[in-house]
Structures are given as C-alpha cells and as structure tokens.
C-alpha cells in the first residue's frame, strides 16, 4: 500500500524525525488560511506547495513549485490543487491533484538519499544512502552505483549504531550533523520494521544551511500481508489514488490491474494468469488486463470477473483460461454459462478449461446455448481469442 | 528415488484441525502419504480426519510420538511464522508452508532463524511438492502428475499444473514437482533444487518455472552453468508485465532493470539453460531436449 507525502512525514515526525512540515489542504478555499498557519507555526516567509499524489517527479510535471511570497504561494496553489499532473509514472492520462502540501521553504546547503527496503537475494533489509540527493535513484545505480553506499540489516538486530555511524561517514558528514544522522537513521529503521514498511524513502534527506538534517521529502510504501497488525496505517490509505476497477475487483477478493489492449482475461492463479497475457501478445494480441480469480473460483467470482473485464470499454473479446486443480471445471462453466446469460455479453467470449472434470465442463459449455467458443489447449485458446478480436 | 519426499515420508500437519488444513490433509491421506499425527496448540489428544489421525499440542511431542520428518503447515498468517520455527525447533528435517499472506518482516527474521536449525524450508504461499506415485505434501492435484523423470522446480502453483500437463501429453512423467511460491522471502531457492535435482539419479531434466521480480532464476542460471549436467528448459512468466505493478504473487514485480523476464531469459540463455518462449510450449521443448 502506497500513502501520500504528508502522511509518511506525520509518521516521520511521530518518530522524532527532523521533516520539511506543513499543511495540506483539498479546497482552494482553505488556501489562505493555511498559508498564515505555516507561516505563524513554522515562521515560514517563503513556501513550496507541493501536488500530493502517489506518483513520482512530481517536481518535473510542475506539481511542486517555490513561492517568494504569500501571494505567490495561493496563485501557486490555485494552479497545482486541480491539475492533471502528468509525470513518468502516471501515464499519459496523469492524475487529478487532489490535494496539495503548503510547506515551509528551507535553505538547502546539500541534498543526499536515503532509503530502507528488503534486499530479496540476501533475505536482509538494506539501508542505502547516497550523496546523489534529489537524483532518480535507478540512475545513480546505472551510472555510478559506487555513490550508493549500504549496510545489510541482520534480521533481529536492527540497525546497529556502527552501521549508522559508516552510513554517516559515506555522506561525508562529521561532528554535529554525523550525530543527527545516527540518531535520524536509527530512527527511520524503527518506523519501518515496527510499521512494516515495504519501503522507506528520503529524497532529498537535506543538510541546511544552520546545519540542520531534515527529510525534505518521504516516500513510503507498505507490505500489504502486515496491513491487519497496523489499523491507523490501514486508514491512511487513498482510493482516489487507485484505478476505480481495481479497487472494485479488491471487494470481490479478485486480484485484477488494468492494462491498454482489448483481450480481456480470466484466470485462476497468478503465474497462470502472467502466461496468458504473454501468450496472447506473442500470437499478435494485446492484453486488457491481468486478472487471477484465486483457488476459489466459483458461480459468483465468475460473474464478478466478468463485470469487471467488460467495465473497460477496450475490450473486444475474452479468455478464460482455468486450470481446475482443487476448483472443479464444471463448477466453473455453470458459473460462466449463468454469468453470460446474466450479464447480456457482446463481445465473444473463448473458453479453455483443464484438469479436474475438465470433460464434464466441456459437455456442459456445448449444450448450454450460449454462444462459447471452446478451446482445447492453451495455445489454441490464445489464437482463438485474437482470431476473435480481429473478426 | 526422487527428492524431498517419498513414499516414506512420514507428515505431520501444523492446523489439521482448521477447514483448510483438514480438507487437503484428507487429500494427502487420500493420495497414499504417511500423515501420522496433525498440530494444533491446545487440541492435543482429539483425533482428526475421522479418527484416523491423532492430534497433539505441539511438533515436538508429534515428532516425539511419530517420528514425524516431514511437516506440512496450512496455519492460517497472523500465526504461520510461529509455526515454521516451531517445527524446525523440533527438529523435523522438511518444512512445507501453504500459507499465503504472512508478513514479509517475519518471514525474514524465520527464513534466518531456520538457518540455523538442520530442517529445509520450502514456501510460504506455495502449492508444496509432489512426488508422483509416492507423496502428497502439499496441494497440487496428484492426478495431473505421473511418474517419471522430469525434475519440476516452479514460483507458481496454477502454471505448474499447466507444465505437468504438457509433459504428461507428451509421455514424460515427473520425478518431483516442487512449487516454491512467489514471496519476495521463500525457503529452497531454485538453486538449492537445482543441485538437488543434478544429484538424483531418478531425474534426467529439469524444468525450472520462474517470474518476473527478484534475481532467483538469475542465481540457478549461473550454478547451472558450471554445476549442472542435465538439461535445464526454462520458462520467465510475465514477458507482458508493465514496471512497477504487483503481478498477483508479492514477489512477481519489475523493480529493478534485471528483474524483467526479458533480462531473465536473456541471461539464463547466455547460462546454457534451453530457454522457452512460449508457456504452451514447455512439455514439447522438453520431449525434444530429451531425444536429441
């Protein structure tokens, strides 16, 4: 689970973490106000609002902007709150700026990075830091991934203050400012492992010029299995960030994401799924989404797999590719014989059952009258479906 | 011979008593294993499965009473990580987690505590292992699968079916057929079964499953290179799969540039691994690999 800027900063400070603060509003109407708040609270006299989405470069698609004055900073808001901000992680449709951050400006005297997450080939969490501050970190890491210094985290024992004090020095930081870090990365280690971060990133963690280390920004993602240990976490998520059909899919307990091609798909199990819209491309088709109906696919998950495939106006046909293991085919095909029936399907619908009564299935799909087109293997279900889009 | 598992291997079952561990225990029990005792905390002394299976309160009275080496765990998430420790702290030898949805954090500090222990880790969030003809551990439908000499390694649980299917339309049976999961934190590596399966005299090729996300198939490609005699068909699921977004598994996401299946596949060709392009085309590669 993704959360915004000024959430991940309310977390920082709850830990005791020098952050860039502010105040985020929603209404246009609230824009003055919080203006006069941070500059009364923070004694703030220059501004940066800053579009609170879940996407990155926000800062290159013109969500976030410097403000000299208070003037300044409400036409800034005026622009940024209701924009479609389009950056290299929206898509070209970009996302509607809902909210925006009115932060107190800082004087910057260096810019570094750090981050937290779980090194997989290891089974360690990694601290990183780099001194390539407010840089797409993927790019350091391709042109110079010396600048990328990292202590693995030993599971159990957190981050020691040795490893600390190593991460301090590779920034290049002594006396006061290397004594903020320690404390500031021990820190940062304990929100993430306690709150069951997936991620924890500050870009720019920033040295001011009174010498003060403070996270300018904070990006933070959650592992979605600890969810139910962390409740006020929970609650902080956003579905106005989320595509509307996922988050539907979601209350049926169906695993779905939206892609651009027109060959819908319905298939149990994740890997299986991943497969079918490889196999769709590699015999000239495009895939309108990724969809696992899970283990426990019946009557009902059917049908509700089917709606939510056919909400997006691109798709022209449908695969339904089951491999029935534990889940019986012909529980299956009655769910997709009644779910066609139901839902007054225009679009041609292509049908590749296997394994436990796969038989029965197929006798069933046959007589039903609804208009199926069969499919013995997975390959000639791919071309039957492309065949099928093209008409 | 095969690996992991065999006809005696004797199981136990961590959660015989909730649905899903007694529907599949039914299964295993169905399909010929072993299942000599089931664990659940605080029903020690009932029975399980019509009588036929004798609960105890914990694995090291079960492994103490049955001499128990394999164990199978359907212990639902908020307690599953307790549970693996808890039979590697009993000492039994193989560890199979079912499970899906525990938190990452405590399968990093498990996978690290049962390091330390003898046992062997497979799962969480994995269909378990199959030994056709001899054992059950796990949920993978037993008839799909026949004997034979095809070493099966895979992420995936559906997709391994689909695989199994296509050798056995080819006429190859299967040796073991071992599902790993898709967890960003797993027990056996595709490496550690790669080795396994180079050892064992009942296997003459392997299929290795993997999917986009982590370096897991990078590190198998590169062992093979040098370590492995038998013939490797590989197979990358999500070719199609956009950066960034979870593809259904916790571990199946592109974050990094070597993480996507065209990277993969890439490097496990430059590996000397016979690389598959299509997934319909798994069990025909490998029927051919073996004639040449």
Same mark, same amino acid.
């Given at each position: 689970?993704?959360i915004?800027?000024?959430?991940?900063?309310?977390? =920082?400070k709850?830990?005791?973490?020098?952050i860039?603060?502010g105040?985020?509003i929603?209404?246009?109407e609230?824009?003055?106000?919080a203006?006069d708040?941070?500059?009364k609270?923070?004694?703030?006299?220059?501004?940066?609002?800053?579009?609170?989405?879940?996407a990155?470069?926000?800062g290159?698609g013109?969500?976030?902007?410097?403000s000299?004055?208070?003037?300044?900073?409400?036409?800034?808001?005026?622009k940024?709150?209701?924009?479609?901000?389009?950056t290299?992680?929206?898509?070209?449709? &970009?996302?509607?700026?809902?909210?925006?951050?009115?932060?107190?400006?800082?004087?910057?005297?260096?810019e570094f990075?750090?981050?937290i997450?779980?090194d997989?080939?290891k089974?360690?969490?990694?601290? /990183?830091?780099?001194?390539e501050?407010? /840089?797409e970190?993927e790019?350091?890491?391709?042109?110079s991934?010396?600048k990328?210094?990292?202590?693995?985290?030993?599971?159990? +024992?957190?981050?020691?203050? +040795?490893?600390?004090?190593?991460l301090?020095?590779?920034?290049? =930081?002594?006396?006061?400012?290397a004594k903020?870090?320690?404390?500031?990365?021990?820190?940062?280690?304990?929100?993430?492992r306690?709150?069951?971060?997936?991620?924890?990133e500050i870009?720019p963690?920033?040295?001011?010029?009174?010498?003060?280390l403070v996270?300018?920004?904070?990006?933070?993602?959650?592992?979605?299995?600890?969810?139910? =240990?962390?409740?006020?976490?929970?609650?902080?998520r956003d579905?106005?960030?989320?595509?509307p059909?996922?988050?539907?899919?979601?209350?049926?307990n169906?695993?779905?994401?939206k892609?651009? &091609?027109?060959v819908?798909?319905?298939?149990n199990g994740?890997?299986?799924? /991943?497969s079918? /819209?490889?196999?769709?491309k590699?015999?000239?088709?495009?895939?309108?989404?990724?969809?696992?109906?899970g283990?426990?696919?019946?009557?009902e998950?059917?049908?509700?797999?089917?709606?939510?495939?056919?909400?997006?106006?691109?798709v022209?046909?449908?695969?339904?590719?089951? +491999?029935?293991?534990?889940?019986?085919?012909?529980?299956?095909?009655?769910?997709?014989i009644?779910?066609v029936?139901?839902l007054?399907?225009?679009v041609?619908?292509?049908v590749?059952?296997?394994g436990?009564?796969?038989?029965v299935?197929?006798?069933?799909?046959?007589?039903?009258?609804v208009?199926?087109?069969?499919?013995?293997?997975?390959?000639d279900?791919?071309?039957?479906?492309?065949?099928a889009?093209?008409g | 011979? @095969?690996?992991?598992?065999?006809?005696?291997?004797?199981?136990?079952?961590?959660?015989?008593?909730g649905?899903?561990?007694s529907f599949?225990?039914?299964?295993?029990?169905?399909?010929?294993? *072993?299942?000599?005792?089931?664990?659940?905390p605080?029903?020690?002394?009932q029975?399980a499965?019509?009588?036929?299976?004798?609960?105890?309160?914990?694995?090291?009275? $079960?492994?103490a009473e049955?001499?128990?080496?394999?164990?199978?765990?359907f212990v639902?998430?908020p307690?599953? @990580?307790? #549970?693996?420790?808890?039979? #590697? @702290?009993?000492g039994i030898?193989?560890i199979?987690?079912?499970?899906?949805?525990i938190?990452i $954090?405590?399968?990093?500090?498990?996978k690290?505590?049962v390091?330390?222990t003898? %046992?062997?880790?497979?799962?969480?969030?994995?269909?378990?292992?199959?030994?056709?003809?001899? $054992?059950?551990?796990?949920?993978?439908?037993?008839?799909?699968?026949?004997?034979? %000499?095809?070493?099966?390694?895979?992420?995936?649980?559906?997709?391994?079916?689909?695989?199994?299917?296509?050798?056995? %339309?080819?006429g190859?049976g299967?040796?073991?057929?071992?599902?790993?999961?898709g967890?960003?934190?797993i027990?056996?590596?595709?490496?550690?079964?790669?080795?396994?399966?180079?050892?064992?005299?009942?296997?003459?090729?392997?299929?290795?499953?993997?999917?986009i996300?982590g370096?897991m198939e990078?590190?198998a $490609?590169h062992?093979?290179?040098?370590?492995v005699?038998?013939?490797?068909?590989?197979?990358?699921?999500?070719?199609? #799969?956009?950066p960034?977004?979870?593809?259904?598994? #916790?571990?199946?996401?592109?974050?990094? @540039?070597?993480?996507?299946?065209?990277?993969?596949?890439?490097?496990m060709?430059?590996?000397g691994?016979?690389?598959?392009?299509?997934?319909?085309?798994i069990?025909?590669?490998?029927?051919?690999?073996? *004639?040449?």
């Open positions: 689970m993704k915004h800027e000024f959430q991940a900063k309310a977390l =920082l709850g830990y005791g973490i020098p860039q603060d105040v985020t929603e209404d246009v609230q824009a003055e106000a203006v708040q941070v500059s609270e923070l004694g703030a006299d220059q501004y940066i609002i800053k579009a609170q989405v879940h990155g470069g926000r290159k013109g969500g976030v902007k410097f000299s004055d208070r003037a300044s900073a409400l036409e800034n808001i005026r940024i709150l209701g924009m479609t901000l389009i290299h992680q929206t898509g070209a449709e &970009g996302r509607l700026v809902k909210k925006v951050m009115v932060a107190e400006a800082l004087d910057i005297k260096q990075y750090a981050a997450t779980l997989r080939a089974g360690m969490d990694t601290f /990183m830091v780099s001194s501050g407010g /840089m970190i790019e350091v890491a391709k042109t991934p010396e990328i210094v990292k202590e693995a985290i030993v599971p159990g +024992f957190g981050l020691r203050s +040795f490893q600390a004090r190593n301090a020095a590779a920034l290049g =930081l002594e006396g006061n400012a903020q870090a320690v404390g500031m990365f021990q820190k940062l280690y304990k929100l993430y306690e709150l069951d971060c997936s991620i924890v870009n963690l920033i040295v001011t010029k009174q010498g003060n996270a300018l920004d904070a990006k933070i993602n959650f592992d979605d299995n600890a969810l139910y =240990l962390h409740s006020e976490v929970a609650e902080m579905l106005d960030e989320e595509d059909s996922e988050v539907e899919a979601g209350k049926y169906l695993n779905y994401i892609l651009d &091609g027109n819908g798909c319905m298939v994740a890997g299986l799924a /991943m079918t /819209m490889d196999i769709i590699q015999v000239g088709g495009s895939p309108a989404n990724f969809l696992d109906v283990g426990g696919a019946n009557v998950t059917v049908k509700n797999g089917f709606r939510i495939i056919l909400s997006d106006e691109n022209k046909a449908v695969l339904i590719n089951i +491999f029935g293991g534990i889940v019986r085919c012909d529980r299956i095909a009655n769910g997709i009644e779910a029936k139901e007054d399907l225009n041609p619908v292509v590749r059952l296997a436990t009564n796969a038989d299935a197929k006798e069933l799909l046959a007589n039903s009258g208009a199926i087109i069969s499919a013995d293997s997975f390959e279900a791919a071309n039957k479906v492309v065949a889009v093209k | 011979m @095969a690996i992991l598992v065999d006809k005696n291997s004797k199981i136990i079952v961590q959660g015989i008593t649905s899903e561990g599949h225990a039914a299964q295993c029990l169905e399909y010929g294993d *072993n299942v000599v005792g089931g664990v659940t605080g029903k020690g002394g029975t499965l019509d009588g036929k299976v004798p609960v105890f309160n914990s694995c090291a009275e $079960a492994r049955t001499g128990a080496n394999v164990s199978l765990i639902p998430p307690f599953a @990580a307790d #549970a693996i420790m808890e039979a #590697a @702290a009993a030898e193989l199979v987690c079912i499970t899906e949805g938190p $954090a405590q399968m990093v500090e498990v690290a505590y390091e330390t003898g %046992s062997r880790f497979i799962g969480p969030n994995c269909p378990g292992i199959l030994t056709p003809d001899e $054992a059950k551990v796990g949920i993978m439908p037993g008839f799909i699968a026949q004997k034979g %000499s095809v070493g099966v390694i895979s992420k995936s649980g559906t997709l391994t079916y689909e695989a199994v299917h296509q050798l056995c %339309s080819e190859l299967q040796s073991t057929c071992i599902g790993i999961g967890d960003p934190i027990g056996a590596t595709m490496r550690e079964l790669l080795e396994m399966f180079e050892a064992d005299p009942a296997t003459d090729a392997i299929v290795m499953i993997g999917e996300g370096s990078i590190e $490609a062992y093979a290179k040098d370590n005699s038998k013939p490797v068909i590989g197979f990358i699921a999500g070719q199609t #799969a956009p960034g977004r979870r593809m259904g598994h #916790a571990g199946a996401i592109v974050s990094g @540039a070597d993480e996507s299946a065209a990277a993969k596949k890439k490097l060709a430059e590996c691994l016979i690389v598959v392009e299509s997934p319909a085309d069990g025909r590669t490998v029927k051919s690999t073996l *004639n040449k």
